[in-house]
């Protein structure tokens, strides 16, 4: 049995970028980048950024590239596709990419201006500090855990 499936939580680092095929199909490119946080050996703090090149067809795409911008949370679930074509200069050029399969948009940021989504809402008794409410987080301890004392 084979298995080529990807699923990502990240950040786009720049807007999509829409396109239409030959066969009039529409394709957005954008890419997203994921961090890991880890402690090494000496309990130092250390940080890791992947970037992630993202690719999406048909109605997908034109959702994406009107509702996703720079900065915006997003879900990526999908496949692993390498591509390969002779460049300009006559190299050989690779590129890895995720084809997107489904998108799901992460949480708003409001960033002091309000949404388009927000303003037809009423604004009674809402206070600036309200930012977030209905949006679920989950609080994480800042505990370290150890290894060895975990049970099993």
């Keep these: 049995m084979n298995l080529n499936k990807v699923l990502l939580i990240g950040n786009l680092t720049r807007d999509p970028e829409l396109r239409s095929l030959p066969s009039g ?3 957005a490119s954008f890419s997203v980048a994921t ?3 880890w402690k090494d050996q000496s309990g130092q ?3 890791d950024t992947q970037f992630h090149n993202i ?3 048909g109605k997908q795409a034109e959702i994406v590239a009107q509702y996703l911008k ?3 949370s ?3 679930e999908g496949r692993i596709q390498n591509r390969s074509w ?7 050029r690779y590129r890895t990419e995720i084809v997107a399969e489904r998108v799901q948009f992460g949480p708003r940021r409001n960033d002091g201006q309000a949404s388009s989504a927000s303003q037809g809402q009423g604004a009674e008794g809402h206070e600036e500090g309200s930012k977030n409410e ?3 987080t989950i609080e994480y301890p800042e505990d370290d855990i150890n290894p060895d004392e975990i049970p099993f």
Excluded at 86 to 92: E, I, L, S, T, V
């Design 74 to 76: 997003a879900l990526i």
């Design 35 to 37: 961090n890991r946080v």
């Design 45 to 47: 703090k250390k940080d």
């Design 134 to 136: 209905g949006v679920d």
């Design 25 to 27: 199909a529409q394709v």
């Design 70 to 72: 720079k900065g915006s």
């Design 86 to 92: 002779d460049g300009p200069d006559g190299n050989k």
């Design 55 to 57: 690719v999406v067809f």
